[in-house]
């Protein structure tokens, strides 16, 4: 079956943009998470959608939000970019209850 | 905020050899997870142990978890080069929370052939 697919894959944007990074889950999985990942800070948790409805949010500014459209399906949006923002994104998804997520390859941010 | 911390940070080992990383937690939790990445692509999930296990085993995998320590490690036997990787821990904490699957630094392991 087919795996969770980030896109895009490599992202190039100025300080003061917005994006949008898009992630289809497994099918059948309801559950979609969102992490970024920076080599100072590491993975860093920052939501996580369950039936279109935002179930947890960890700590970010306003900047950043997401969604879940009722194909399960997932975007994250960041607006006023940063330097700071420039990362690795990365999507989950998870049958739910203890049995792990599956990651994306992510979606590569630059700012410059 | 990072919850769990691998020790070592860096481990290299000959092909062929036992690796074990470990990790520490702060806080109660529900399960723990040891996830594989490669070159700073996305990640794949190895195994899970739910809080109420001890030791669990998934082909050259060996991953033990002792609540009372908060602590859990990840035994690789028998290396090869291919799992030259960094390994994480990730902890589902315990009364949910917003902080969803709380991840360590990660331990780099090298292979050498």
């Known amino acids: 079956k087919a795996g969770v697919t980030q896109t895009p894959r490599y992202l190039i944007k100025t300080r003061g943009q917005q994006v949008t990074l898009s992630c289809s889950p497994i099918s059948g999985h309801r559950s979609v998470s969102w992490y970024q990942q920076t080599p100072g800070q590491g993975l860093q948790f920052l939501f996580e959608y369950f039936s279109e409805t935002q179930r947890n949010k960890g700590n970010f500014p306003g900047r950043f939000s997401g969604r879940q459209f009722s194909n399960s399906r997932s975007e994250m949006n960041v607006s006023t970019l940063e330097l700071g923002d420039s990362a690795l994104y990365l999507c989950a998804s998870s049958l739910g209850g203890t049995s792990g997520y599956t990651f994306g390859s992510g979606t590569r941010l630059t700012v410059v | 905020s990072q919850q769990g911390e691998e020790d070592p940070q860096a481990l290299s080992i000959q092909e062929g050899e036992n690796a074990t990383m470990n990790c520490s937690y702060k806080t109660s939790i529900n399960n723990l997870q040891w996830y594989r990445q490669n070159s700073g692509r996305g990640l794949v999930h190895l195994i899970l142990i739910r809080s109420n296990e001890r030791e669990k085993h998934s082909g050259r995998l060996r991953v033990t978890l002792d609540t009372s320590k908060k602590s859990s490690s990840l035994l690789i036997t028998a290396s090869r080069a291919a799992d030259t990787a960094s390994y994480f821990c990730?902890?589902?904490?315990?009364?949910?929370?917003?902080?969803?699957?709380?991840f360590g630094k990660g331990t780099h392991l090298i292979i050498q052939p």
């Open positions: 990730a902890t589902d904490a315990a009364g949910g929370g917003a902080d969803g699957l709380t």
